[in-house]
């Protein structure tokens, strides 16, 4: 059987509401923004398939699908490579973790 000892003090409530709001806050702006770039490419797509062809085969499809393909394979590999590292250096370290409060 658990025992608690003492009860939650007010600061730490309003705290981990704020807490809680700036990560909702955060959240809400990461998924708007892949909305916008899937809207973007959705339309991108469609838009000019037509008018550009989608036969490998034409100097058309090398320079715009091609072109996009190129800048595609170029961005997510380094967003990647940045969202990481920025995850592996604002992590807790080992002496914080330690150091929790455990209530």
């Known amino acids: 059987m658990a025992t608690t000892?003492?009860?939650?003090?007010a600061?730490?409530?309003?705290?981990?509401?704020?807490?809680?709001?700036?990560?909702?806050k955060y959240y809400k702006l990461g998924m708007l923004t892949m909305l916008l770039v899937a809207i973007f490419w959705i339309w991108y797509q469609r838009t000019f398939a037509y008018s550009h062809g989608m036969d490998s085969m034409e100097?058309?499809?090398?320079?715009?699908?091609?072109?996009?393909?190129?800048?595609?394979?170029?961005?997510?590999?380094?967003f990647a490579l940045v969202t990481w590292g920025w995850i592996l250096k604002t992590r807790d370290t080992k002496e914080q973790l330690d150091n929790l409060d455990p209530s």
């Open 59 to 78: 100097p058309e499809f090398d320079k715009v699908w091609m072109g996009l393909w190129r800048v595609h394979m170029t961005l997510m590999p380094l």
């Open 5 to 9: 000892y003492g009860t939650t003090s």
């Open 11 to 24: 600061s730490k409530s309003a705290d981990m509401t704020c807490r809680c709001g700036t990560i909702q």
